[in-house]
């Protein structure tokens, strides 16, 4: 079984803005089913295409099976069936030995800037940077799928 280990944090904006990341890429995504146990997500990232099937979220590990798809075929699947999307820029930034990924989010999650970090294990040791935040893993508001569902724009407070 594919096991996915990803900790969630905020970004400190101010911080953030003096980073230069080492490549970016635009994300579009939507879920073609999602609960609390699973979800299954079709994206876009740059000119690929991916069909993604995760499943509950137990600490900071869950099930994870990714497969390319043809591009034209997830632009397809979005227009078709993903009527409320993801949409933003990841930024890949190394770090002492470690690829963050930052996802700054457009469209009803502007303002949002989320960092992730996949390791081996749970337990696994790292260096955070300066401008990594908050640790939101365990917040299921910072999901994807939820934040279609509840986007950042409709937040009291963040």
């Not at 990841?90 to 700054?104: I, P, Q």
């Not at 696994?124 to 935040?133: H, L, M, Q, R, V």
């Amino acid at each position: 079984m594919a096991i996915e280990t990803e900790f969630k944090f905020l970004v400190q904006k101010d911080l953030w803005n003096q980073v230069i990341p080492n490549k970016s890429l635009d994300i579009r995504q939507g879920y073609l089913y999602s609960d609390e146990s699973k979800t299954v997500r079709v994206r876009t990232k740059g000119e690929k295409g991916y069909l993604t099937i995760k499943g509950k979220t137990s600490g900071a590990s869950r099930p994870e099976y990714e497969y390319e798809i043809p591009f034209t075929e997830a632009i397809e699947l979005l227009n078709l069936f993903c009527p409320e999307r993801i949409e933003k820029t990841r930024h890949e930034v190394l770090f002492a030995g470690n690829k963050w990924e930052v996802d700054v989010f457009q469209g009803a999650n502007e303002g949002l800037i989320v960092a992730e970090l996949e390791v081996e294990s749970e337990t696994d040791a790292f260096e955070k940077p300066n401008w990594i935040g908050e640790n939101v893993t365990d917040d299921t508001r910072y999901a994807n799928s939820n934040l279609i569902k509840n986007p950042f724009v409709n937040w009291k407070s963040t």
